[in-house]
Nanobody, 133 residues
Framework: QVQLVESGGGSVQAGGSLTLSCAAS????????MGWFRQTPGKEREGVAS???????RYADSVKGRFTISKDNDRNTLALHLNNLKPDDTAMYYC???????????????????????????WGQGTQVTVSS
């Protein structure tokens, strides 16, 4: 059974840093496309970063240069390092995983098909990040 459990969220002041972690079970992170997303109440979910099976990474423009996604294949975990945090980064952060490689080619979190769009299959419960000014 695939399971993702995030941790590491918290409250920080603007300019501060946090590291989010996502512990994976039921699959190996080295074989899955994985991503981080965030959402605030009343807004659509936003893709933050993705990392594919060979370690290639992609970032949303809003976090490029400040956030870093990484995975530890031995520990079977995914991480997101958040630096120079801004109040606009306040959100619930979720990690996601899926064996479909195409999902990693962008941060949007979905791909077009001949039918409904295909999204990540597996999601964690989220961890809250709050940045004060």
């Amino acid at each position: 059974q695939v399971q993702l459990v995030e941790s590491g969220g918290g409250s920080v002041q603007a300019g501060g840093s946090l590291t989010l972690s996502c512990a994976a079970s039921g699959f190996r992170v080295r074989t899955y496309c994985m991503g981080w997303f965030r959402q605030t109440p009343g807004k659509e979910r936003e893709g933050v970063a993705s990392i594919d099976i060979d370690g290639s990474t992609r970032y949303a423009d809003s976090v490029k240069g400040r956030f870093t996604i990484s995975k530890d294949n031995d520990r079977n975990t995914l991480a997101l390092h958040l630096n120079n945090l801004k109040p606009d980064d306040t959100a619930m952060y979720y990690c996601a995983a899926d064996p479909t490689f195409s999902l990693c080619l962008s941060t949007q979190g979905w791909i077009e098909t001949s039918g409904p769009v295909y999204e990540y299959n597996y999601w964690g419960q989220g961890t809250q990040v709050t940045v004060s000014s």
